[in-house]
């Protein structure tokens, strides 16, 4: 099958209203990715503030600190940015740009809707005409035999935009930060992509969609993979750096690892890729072993 960023077939794309369709799809998913790694932040704060004893965002901030978000996006954006001195100046800033977009671009194998009322032959058509209308029967904007192994791959790219973050901004504390964090990054992959395996060879098929759905018609798969289930779960925290897999970050001694010296924009551009990154590998947690 061709690598085409589509929901609906190559013919249905030209034909008339369905490249606004196509249009449409892309820029709610973005809109929507933004909107929840946004309140997502919200439910970290509120949930760490809640095991250390500590007030959270829910003081300032609007009601249940709902307004945090847009401050702190207000906040980065009039900041200025300021690039450290010797820094290379163009992996400087095509870094931050790199890992928003390939954490934006993974997104794109995710089915997001699902019906059971076709046969499943026809689930991976695009084709949804009925009555010369077009009918969203799983909205996705691309859906791939073999999505599983692109979602794998793209998403190991997010090591060279945080390597040469850190190493592009001339710093010592940022260049340790971001060496430590490939070398976790890479390591955990392994274990990661061990433990999709066994539900790849379950469903017999690396399409997320006929993942989902032999999971509908049979059983979820974290029953039979109880274990892959839960190492997968221990590889994604240390793969998002998250507790107690957060010793690229090392407030101590790297502050923040390799985004110390990134400020506004570029500071958020990160922060939103890291997040976006959280979201999708639980994301993907649930297509594999929860039945999507």
Request: a neutral charge; one cysteine or more; proline letters at 4%.
């Amino acid at each position: 099958m061709p690598i085409f960023l589509s929901i609906l077939s190559i013919r249905d794309l030209v034909c008339t209203h369905a490249w606004f369709i196509f249009i449409v799809v892309v820029l709610l998913k973005i809109i929507c990715i933004l909107i929840s790694v946004a309140y997502f932040t919200i439910a970290e704060r509120k949930i760490m503030a809640s095991i250390q004893r500590r007030l959270g965002p829910n003081i300032e901030g609007g009601p249940f600190g709902l307004l945090q978000p847009l401050a702190d996006g207000l906040k980065l954006f009039i900041k200025e940015l300021v690039v450290p001195n010797r820094a290379n100046i163009l992996i400087f800033f095509c870094s931050p740009f790199s890992v928003f977009i390939l954490s934006l671009i993974s997104w794109s194998f995710i089915p997001f809707h699902f019906s059971f009322g076709v046969a499943f032959s026809d689930i991976f058509d695009g084709n949804f005409r009925f009555e010369n209308k077009y009918i969203m029967r799983n909205v996705f904007v691309a859906s791939l035999d073999f999505g599983v192994f692109m979602l794998l791959a793209i998403s190991s790219l997010n090591v060279y935009g945080i390597i040469l973050g850190g190493w592009s901004s001339n710093s010592k504390y940022a260049f340790l930060g971001a060496l430590r964090s490939a070398a976790q990054m890479i390591s955990y992959e392994v274990s990661l992509g061990l433990t999709i395996l066994p539900a790849i060879l379950l469903a017999g098929a690396l399409n997320l969609s006929k993942i989902v759905y032999i999971q509908a018609i049979s059983i979820w798969f974290f029953l039979p993979l109880l274990p892959c289930a839960i190492i997968f779960f221990i590889s994604m925290l240390a793969e998002t750096n998250r507790a107690p897999f957060d010793l690229p970050e090392a407030e101590a001694e790297l502050v923040a690892g390799y985004n110390v010296e990134y400020g506004s924009m570029a500071f958020a551009l990160f922060f939103l890729g890291e997040y976006s990154n959280m979201l999708l590998i639980s994301t993907l947690c649930i297509i594999l072993f929860f039945g999507g």
